[in-house]
């Protein structure tokens, strides 16, 4: 039996007794009863874009990660993309509304925070886990108070018919769907009419050809960690919903006070090199929003919250250690990316002396979602230093306010 709870604790941030407490009561337990031993790997991660948003999105995904388009999946109202590098990673499925009146509870989560209304349809969805018995995990979820979409549910939504989807999280508004797949069996979707779609094709061999070019298609690796941005009081709690549904152990905490926020880790159980499995990271302030006129402080990740809701951040990918014409390969890397005309929020931080360097791009204007690199040294096994998320929070808070108050001319133009 795997024991969630012998892995080594990280950082500095004090969690509450109700946290810890729950920590090792929930953490037993799920070893106990055998979902740490049933549960595996992120098999793939999903997300929407809005209509005519998905060539471009898969060409930018395509130039700037080692993702290869796979297939099109075809059903009555959308389009989803199947994005690969080979089964020992997690797939991308980017889904595309056909129709831009078309609603439901995937839009419903954007339409109600001021920027991310603007593209209704465009979010991050949540992550498909591979299981070995599909019955035995969601009747055990079940028993623990878990929900799921019935199968005629996830048939009206148009969502692989070989899943079972959870409800949303009320904390991050991800949901965790969960697939059986024997570890060497291929990775299929129920979904729709499958075709490679020729613009796709042809977008996607542009791109690559672009970043062997480049010189960066050696250079790209996995998805390195998954980062979600929740309030200052779900912080909790969305840590542990996320243990309870996984098979994550709780890597540790750390308290950016520079930026009044905390960075939170979790990582598989069953892979050290997080490439196989991303770490699933989670930020929230350390103060909620509506302390802030007495106590000054920033709020980069509570904004981010209130404009965009509970939500996927940015998609971190590892750049392989080494250097490249006379630069450190992620200098390298942006460097060659930025003469395709990308922009990142700010230079490449940090050092190889702390370890690891990183950076953000701008948000994605198909997905909202910010791409981040980050180039490890040698043995350095840790996500990053107090000083470089101080940095990168910083930036994208600064990103947001931009977007914020364009915003809001705009709802004043219309108003007028």
Same mark, same amino acid.
């Given at each position: 039996?795997?024991?969630? *709870? ?14 810890? #407490?729950?920590?090792?009561? *929930? ?7 055998? *979902? ?154 129920? *979904? ?15 791109a690559k050809a672009l970043q062997a070019q480049r010189g960066i298609d050696d250079l790209l690796l996995p998805i390195d960690h998954l ?27 750390? #308290? ?28 929230a302030n350390n103060t909620p929003y509506f302390v802030n006129h007495l106590e000054k402080l920033p709020s980069p990740t509570e904004t ?113």
């Open positions: 039996m795997t024991r969630s *709870l012998d892995f080594p604790r990280h950082g500095d941030k004090e969690n509450s007794a109700f946290f810890e #407490d729950y920590l090792v009561r *929930l953490l037993e337990e799920r070893d106990r009863i055998g *979902l740490t031993d049933m549960i595996f790997e992120i098999d793939a991660i999903m997300l929407t874009v809005d209509p005519g948003a998905s060539i471009e999105y898969v060409a930018e995904l395509c130039l700037m990660t080692p993702y290869h388009y796979l297939v099109t999946l075809e059903s009555e109202t959308h389009w989803t993309h199947v994005l690969r590098i080979d089964l020992d990673f997690p797939d991308v499925l980017v889904r595309e509304v056909k129709d831009p009146r078309i609603s439901g509870i995937f839009r419903s989560l954007n339409e109600v925070y001021p920027i991310g209304a603007r593209k209704p349809n465009s979010r991050y969805m949540g992550e498909i886990l591979r299981v070995s018995d599909l019955h035995g995990v969601t009747s055990l979820q079940k028993e623990r108070e878990f929900r799921f979409f019935s199968q005629d549910q996830v048939r009206r939504m148009e969502l692989p018919g070989n899943l079972a989807v959870g409800k949303p999280s009320p904390y991050t508004h991800n949901v965790v769907s969960y697939m059986e797949r024997p570890k060497d069996q291929l990775r299929v979707y129920a *979904l729709g009419m499958s075709s490679i779609r020729s613009d796709l094709q042809e977008a996607y061999l542009a980062a979600t941005r929740v309030y200052a009081q779900n912080r909790e709690v969305a840590i542990l919903e996320w243990l309870s549904l996984s098979s994550y152990h709780y890597w540790g905490s750390y #308290d950016i006070s520079d930026q009044n926020s905390s960075t939170n880790v979790t990582k598989s159980v069953h892979y050290e090199d997080e490439v196989y499995s991303p770490a699933k990271v989670f930020t981010f919250v209130r404009n965009y809701g509970p939500r996927l951040h940015h998609l971190a990918f590892a750049v392989r250690d080494g250097d490249r014409g006379g630069k450190e390969n992620i200098e390298y890397v942006v460097d060659q990316i930025r003469q395709e005309g990308q922009d990142f929020l700010l230079d490449v931080i940090g050092s190889k002396e702390e370890g690891l360097k990183q950076i953000f791009s701008n948000a994605s204007e198909h997905s909202s979602l910010i791409i981040e690199y980050v180039q490890r040294f040698g043995e350095f096994k840790g996500f990053f230093t107090k000083q470089n998320v101080a940095h990168l929070t910083h930036a994208a808070g600064v990103a947001d306010e931009l977007l914020e108050l364009q915003a809001e001319a705009n709802e004043g133009v219309n108003a007028g």
